[in-house]
């Protein structure tokens, strides 16, 4: 099938070279953009019930832009001066870059990994001796909590922000050949929206492992799976897919019973025969002679 039209489930990008524009001019397709979910912060009130003293800690890991705004938007509403020796362990440069927009900064009190958790975690091995918050969402990624126990961390995990499913209802009547997912969120905000949804020949595309399983989970076709090591991007990734023709991957087969399930199967089907009633037969007629003679 040719591929018309798309549709990204993120903010539209504000950049005019985003490789989106670039990518629906080459192809002639028609990218719309749509965010499947949004962001709520946890109101003070429900956060002081965690008993959590921000105050307490001497050093936050923000692992996003969301992180940055909703902690800094706590502090506001439970009217906390952060202390200017209070030290920031950013994700990556351009979360970093963002902590401007709330502290003067300066290189003694923020640290930066380099593009990932795990990277972050060899800067934050460093500094044991720090009692670390994290602010986070209510669907945090598992190797956050993971790494820092294993580092042998003192840390607190807080939710400040919450993910939740945008209201997608004007888009019931309106079909697209090629659906682009970012996050398990947004995977979950189609059923929830539309439960009787039906994938038929719509191309899914999914970025990252965590996304890929949750398409595969919601009892969808993968299409499409990015990061690969020749397309490091999701545009990447749907070029690649348009050029080989963009036709939708097989249907996986059905999946084969394990070993145990076949001895089940079998140990079931030899009782049935087992009991099975045995038809009866029908008594033989008793052979009457003819009459002696006399």
């Keep these: 099938m040719k591929i018309k039209n798309i549709l990204v489930t993120q903010v539209a990008p504000t950049d005019e070279k985003s490789p989106y524009f670039a990518l629906a001019k080459k192809f002639g397709v028609k990218i719309d953009f749509r965010p499947f979910i949004k962001i709520e912060g946890v109101p003070g009130q429900d956060f002081r019930q965690e008993r959590i003293n921000i105050l307490d800690h001497s050093a936050i890991v923000l692992t996003s832009r969301n992180a940055v705004d909703h902690f800094f938007r706590m502090c506001k509403e439970l009217r906390l001066t952060v202390p200017e020796s209070m030290k920031y362990f950013c994700v990556s440069e351009s979360v970093a870059y963002y902590v401007q927009k709330y502290i003067v900064y300066r290189k003694r ?61 004007d888009l019931r009547d309106i079909k697209y050949d090629m659906l682009v997912f970012f996050s398990p969120g947004g995977v979950e905000s189609l059923k929830k929206n539309f439960p009787e949804y039906r994938q038929n020949d719509t191309i899914m595309a999914a970025f990252g492992p965590t996304t890929a399983r949750a398409v595969r989970d919601g009892g969808f076709r993968l299409d499409i799976e990015a990061p690969l090591p020749e397309a490091p991007s999701m545009t990447g990734a749907i070029e690649l897919f348009l050029k080989k023709g963009g036709k939708a991957a097989p249907a996986p087969p059905p999946p084969s019973p394990s070993p145990a399930k076949k001895a089940a199967n079998a140990v079931k089907k030899a009782v049935k025969k087992a009991t099975k009633p045995t038809a009866s037969k029908p008594a033989a007629k008793a052979k009457t002679g003819k009459p002696a003679k006399k």
């Design 109 to 169: 009190k923020v640290f930066i990994g380099k593009n990932t958790f795990g990277d972050l975690m060899d800067v934050i091995k460093k500094h044991k001796d720090e009692r670390f918050l994290v602010p986070c969402s209510d669907i945090q990624k598992a190797e956050i909590p993971l790494l820092l126990d294993k580092a042998g961390v003192n840390y607190t995990n807080a939710v400040f922000y919450r993910t939740v499913a945008s209201d997608l209802s």
